[in-house]
């Protein structure tokens, strides 16, 4: 079983709301990351977990902030967000941090979708 | 991680093999080559994966040219279901991190 599970799938949410998406997989694995795809582009690099420590920040600005509560959960608190953050949302997970392991593999979600209004 | 170049986009009827190219000409020994398929809406799909030696998996075969610098992914019998961006990735893993090209569009035709 190769199953990261995201919810919620759709989320539509106003510029001082505050909402959460999360994440979650049984597969063991201890990296866990967040990806960000604007419409007809290639998913981009956000945020990198591994064994519950955040590793890799990708610069994102701070009205996103990550979460890894426990290996098995990753969790994506949105705040002030901005119309230009309308976006899918990927989580994926692989058995270890990518740069530990050749060839390891990633494997992701089917993404939440977000509308900023 | 070195770069790769895929053709925008690609036909081909369904039920024939579906042969996808990709360049990496600058792939370093250590780097492995990664494909991996978006279907519209929805989340990237692992499909397979290879260093050296050609690789098949229940959904697709993977031809790695002698000297690498090249790589096919074959989907020996295409159906609708198979319409999606398809991602050639290559990486070591020393970036921490799998970075998404354009990718191809594969459009299986009825």
């Known amino acids: 079983d190769t199953e990261v599970t995201q919810t919620p799938k759709h989320l539509v949410m106003g510029m001082t709301n505050k909402k959460s998406l999360k994440c979650e997989q049984h597969m063991g694995h201890r990296a866990m990351y967040w990806y960000k795809q604007k419409a007809k582009k290639p998913p981009e690099l956000m945020f990198v977990?591994?064994?519950?420590?955040?590793?890799i920040n990708e610069s994102v600005p701070s009205r996103f902030s990550p979460e890894c509560p426990n290996s098995s959960l990753l969790n994506l608190h949105l705040h002030a967000l901005q119309p230009e953050d309308s976006a899918l949302y990927l989580c994926?997970?692989?058995?270890?941090?990518?740069?530990?392991?050749?060839?390891?593999?990633?494997?992701f979600g089917e993404g939440s979708w977000l509308t900023v209004v | 991680d070195a770069k790769t170049t895929q053709p925008t986009s690609m036909d081909c009827a369904e039920g024939r093999a579906a042969n996808l190219p990709c360049n990496h000409s600058?792939?370093?020994?250590?780097?492995?080559v990664y494909w991996y398929r978006q279907i519209h809406s929805q989340g990237p799909q692992y499909i397979i994966h290879?260093?050296?030696n050609n690789e098949t998996n229940e959904m697709a075969s993977l031809i790695i040219t002698e000297d690498r610098k090249s790589s096919t992914l074959i989907l020996p019998h295409a159906t609708l279901r198979d319409t999606a961006v398809y991602y050639c990735i290559v990486s070591s893993g020393s970036a921490r991190q799998l970075t998404f090209g354009s990718g191809t569009q594969l459009t299986v035709l009825p």
């Open positions: 600058t792939i370093s020994g250590n780097e492995y």
């Open positions: 994926a997970s692989s058995q270890v941090d990518m740069g530990w392991v050749a060839g390891n593999t990633i494997y």
């Open positions: 290879g260093l050296k």
């Open positions: 977990y591994s064994y519950e420590k955040l590793s």
